[in-house]
């Protein structure tokens, strides 16, 4: 089955920097990537996903990029602000069976300091 | 808003007992998750449910079973809780396959379960 690895499990950055969060998956088959946040509290919210059509696909300050080749999805969030603080998951499925097994990553602990 | 309750947000239980937690969500979906979330681990899939009555097991079913007598409504049961399932349990709901083009999780706060 798929596999999903996360890298890194922390990361810490000043107010401003970037961050970028890496992903790689197993599967060749799958082909959808979402991108989800987790503040504290709460329960993790999409923020962007990417089909295997695409390779790259921005959303204001958040970005995700895609290598199919290599088989790695990384996020990259420019100009951080605190409330970017937050734990983020990466996850992998196939789009053509309902999304329904969605594989996560271990997770990323993003702390932004002022 | 699409709005996914757990009702209980924190449960202490003794070895041995039944849990049971509860879902609802508003908005109609057919299909719904319980996932499990350790650190380190991230979040692990228990059991989704594509309709009514109809359920499949996920990545970690064992020592868990579910239920879905009504759509809004899928609930996780430990039948003999043990200290390995203490843990913080998050239930999901998903707009597929009425929207086909999107595979969105919205996600409950999550029910913090210790075991002892």
């Known amino acids: 089955g798929e596999n999903v690895e996360q890298h890194p499990s922390t990361l810490s950055v000043q107010e401003g920097d970037s961050a970028v969060i890496k992903c790689t998956y197993s599967d060749s088959a799958s082909n959808y990537f979402p991108w989800y946040k987790q503040e504290l509290g709460k329960g993790p919210q999409l923020i962007i996903d990417?089909?295997?059509?695409?390779g790259e696909k921005k959303d204001q300050r958040i970005a995700v990029t895609l290598n199919k080749t290599a088989k790695h999805f990384s996020l990259h969030i420019t100009e951080t602000q605190p409330e970017d603080s937050a734990v983020y998951f990466c996850a992998a499925s196939k789009a053509n069976t309902g999304f329904q097994k969605l594989v996560f990553g271990t997770g990323t602990r993003l702390l932004v300091s002022p | 808003d699409v709005k996914v309750t757990q009702s209980s947000r924190y449960l202490v239980k003794r070895t041995g007992e039944k849990v049971f937690l509860e879902c609802v969500q508003d908005?109609?979906?057919?299909?719904m998750f319980w996932y499990r979330q350790d650190p380190g681990l991230g979040l692990r899939l228990i059991y989704f449910s594509y309709d009514v009555k109809m359920k499949e097991k996920g990545d970690i079913p064992e020592g868990y079973s579910v239920s879905r007598e009504k759509k809004e409504r899928f609930s996780l049961i430990l039948e003999s809780a043990s200290t390995n399932q203490t843990s913080m349990y998050l239930c999901a709901s998903s707009l597929w396959p009425r929207a086909r083009n999107t595979g969105e999780l919205f996600f409950g706060e999550g029910s913090r379960l210790t075991v002892l």
């Open positions: 908005m109609d979906h057919e299909n």
């Open positions: 990417i089909r295997s059509n695409v």
